[in-house]
């Protein structure tokens, strides 16, 4: 939720006047009401050009991509909890100072936005780590998706509260939405830090049958000698193709995430209010569409005997060729408020797909790194967080613009359809032999963790 409030703020906070024209002035929509000659204005605090908003939506992404990679490989030696509450207790901290640094200089602003993005950056990599060491084989579709998906839910309170918060006549508005949030994840983070553990093995409460079933399940293997197999991972096809996949996704789902606030206002010319509701409908459906998918994945690997990488490729597929086809007929509905509407819900909310996809594949292909994959392809994926805003702001010269918004769609589009091929022709689900890894023990006896054999041997 702290990661998306200031999309919506931001329409808010920035200061705009456009005139009403009977029927629109010539590639931009008339507004819905209003008569033609009326100047509609936004009174907001700061005279952002479109290429500086762009940055501001986008610099927060600097600091979240850094700390990809050292997160990863502190989740997998030092396990995840810990790393996951403090990110969102100093996310926390930086996203309720927010307002104090936005006012005092643009130069500070971006700054304290990129320590938010450091600290909410090693989330990812730290959850990766701790699904590996708790969810078994046969219910990762559907466990990892739900969990994954609860970013979508997230974004569905996130936006419409952030569009009414906006309205209340405190403080300019805009201000709540980053102390409400702030408060919120310190709040959460007392309950996280109080009931969470890294493991079943160190988990109070869990009972003994549970934990064995767990542990019996994970297809991974605890490893006490030796170190990442760097070249392998860069060497490897499968790992490749989740990199590429996972780029292609984040451009086409962080051009709407940050973005579609700013075309609902700029375009369809939806109040504050109705921005944030209407922003949010995408997400809703995604979160509902992550759910059923990895529930209809489960069900044909268990049921039908459906190969996990048959499962994979067709929702990643979903989660991609149906969100680049919807972009292109929204980019062709004009002024048609509702068909747009339609078109860009579908294309967000079928994206949901992809938890069953690439999103859950770091796992399949070596659990015993999960985090460490997550890390580096979420690092350079995550580039796309902040390159696609600013491309957005470079391309969006008159935000009113449909032809340039088309242009912004066809981008999306026809990534979404070349990454979606790459992962379709290399990615695979299955344990790679570099996951693999033999430990040593002083005596000589086979053990078995879930689905992978490994064999001890004496020194």
């Not at 600290?119 to 708790?134: F, N």
């Not at 939405?177 to 983070?189: D, Q, R």
């Not at 929204?330 to 996809?357: D, K, Q, R």
Request: charge should be negative; aromatic fraction near 14%; charged fraction near 10%.
């Amino acid at each position: 939720m702290m990661r998306v409030n200031l999309s919506v703020a931001i329409v808010d906070m920035v200061n705009s006047t456009r005139t009403l024209e009977e029927n629109g002035t010539e590639g931009t929509c008339p507004f819905p009401d209003g008569p033609a000659g009326e100047t509609k204005q936004v009174h907001g605090e700061f005279n952002w050009d479109g290429p500086t908003q762009g940055l501001v939506l986008g610099c927060f992404f600097w600091g979240y991509m850094s700390t990809q990679i050292p997160a990863g490989i502190l989740a997998e030696k030092h396990g995840g909890k810990l790393l996951f509450g403090g990110g969102i207790f100093l996310t926390s901290i930086f996203t309720l100072i927010t307002p104090m640094a936005v006012r005092i200089s643009l130069k500070f602003f971006i700054a304290v936005r990129v320590l938010t993005g450091m600290a909410e950056g090693v989330t990812l990599p730290a959850m990766h780590s701790l699904m590996a060491s708790w969810i078994p084989c046969n219910e990762r579709s559907t466990l990892g998706s739900f969990i994954m998906a609860g970013m979508q839910f997230g974004t569905v309170v996130a936006l419409p509260l952030s569009g009414l918060l906006c309205e209340v006549n405190i403080d300019n508005g805009w201000p709540l939405v980053f102390y409400i949030f702030g408060l919120s994840g310190l709040i959460w983070f007392g309950f996280w830090h109080t009931k969470i553990t890294d493991s079943p093995e160190n988990h109070p409460a869990i009972s003994n049958d549970e934990k064995e079933y767990i542990l019996d399940h994970l297809g991974m293997q605890k490893r006490t000698k030796g170190g990442t197999p760097w070249y392998a991972i860069f060497t490897s096809l499968p790992f490749w193709a989740i990199f590429v996949a996972h780029c292609g996704n984040n451009w086409g789902f962080y051009t709407l995430l940050t973005e579609l606030p700013t075309y609902m206002k700029s375009v369809l010319h939806f109040d504050i209010k109705s921005n944030g509701f209407l922003s949010a409908l995408p997400y809703l459906m995604m979160w509902i569409v992550a759910n059923v998918s990895s529930w209809i994945a489960d069900y044909y690997r268990h049921n039908r005997e459906t190969s996990v990488t048959t499962i994979r490729k067709t929702c990643n597929s979903v989660g991609t060729f149906v969100p680049g086809l919807a972009l292109i007929c929204a980019a062709y509905t004009g002024c048609n408020a509702v068909s747009t509407v339609i078109f860009l819900t579908i294309a967000v909310g079928s994206n949901g797909a992809t938890y069953s996809g690439f999103q859950v594949n770091h796992i399949d292909i070596a659990p015993n790194y999960a985090g460490i994959l997550m890390g580096l392809t979420n690092c350079f994926a995550n580039i796309c967080g902040f390159l696609a805003p600013y491309v957005v702001g470079l391309i969006t010269t008159d935000e009113g613009s449909i032809e340039q918004w088309q242009l912004v769609f066809f981008i999306s589009a026809g990534i979404y359809f070349v990454s979606n091929t790459f992962f379709l022709v290399f990615s695979s689900a299955e344990d790679q032999n570099w996951n693999r890894i033999v430990e040593t023990h002083s005596t000589s006896r086979p053990r078995s963790f879930g689905s992978i054999e490994t064999t001890s041997k004496v020194e």
